[in-house]
Structures are given as structure tokens and as C-alpha cells.
């Protein structure tokens, strides 16, 4: 029994962590858009949004409720660094049908 709850627990840590991975690399993603469209006023606002969503989540899915928004919101933070965004390459795909 023992062995069973260290590796759920193993499990829920690697999907955190996979989780923190992605939501940080879209807000890369997403601040180097916003600077690709002329918008560089919002930096500040945007990095502490993103370390509120990403609290906000963090605690809903290790607590499984949610939290009270207020007890997630920062401010101050570290700047997000815009991230490059890579070209798109086209792909054949195989058609598939739903039906």
C-alpha cells in the first residue's frame, strides 16, 4: 500500500510539474506576441497574472477546490521573458473521418 501512494504521489508531482512547464512556456509564447504587436506597456501586469493563474491552478488541483482568487493574486514579479516563436511547418496529415 505503501508503494502505491508514493508512486500517485510521484504521478501528481510529474503532472505538476508538466503542467508549471507548459503554462510558463505559452506565457512566453504569449508575451512575445503581445511585443510582436506593438504592446509592451502590460509587461509587469501580465507577469504577475501569470504567477496568479498559475497559483490559482497549482492550488485547485493540489487541494481540489477552488481557491479564493484573492489569496492567489501577485504582484511584483519577475518579468516573463518572450519566447520566440517558431515557425509553423507544414505537415500531410492523414484524413481521417469520425464516422
Not at 38 to 65: C, H, K, M, N, P
Not at 75 to 94: A, T, V
Amino acid at each position: 500500500m505503501g508503494r502505491t501512494v508514493a508512486r500517485r504521489k510521484a504521478g501528481a508531482e510529474a503532472f505538476m510539474k508538466f503542467l508549471h512547464d507548459y503554462e510558463y512556456e505559452a506565457a512566453r509564447l504569449g508575451i512575445q506576441l503581445l511585443h510582436e504587436a506593438g504592446i509592451r506597456d502590460y509587461d509587469q501586469w501580465y507577469s504577475d497574472f501569470v504567477v496568479t493563474d498559475w497559483q490559482y491552478l497549482e492550488r485547485y488541483y493540489r487541494e481540489g477546490a477552488i481557491p479564493p482568487w484573492r489569496e492567489c493574486v501577485a504582484s511584483g514579479q519577475p518579468l516573463i521573458k518572450p519566447q520566440p516563436i517558431p515557425p509553423l511547418e507544414h505537415k500531410q496529415m492523414e484524413v481521417r473521418f469520425a464516422f
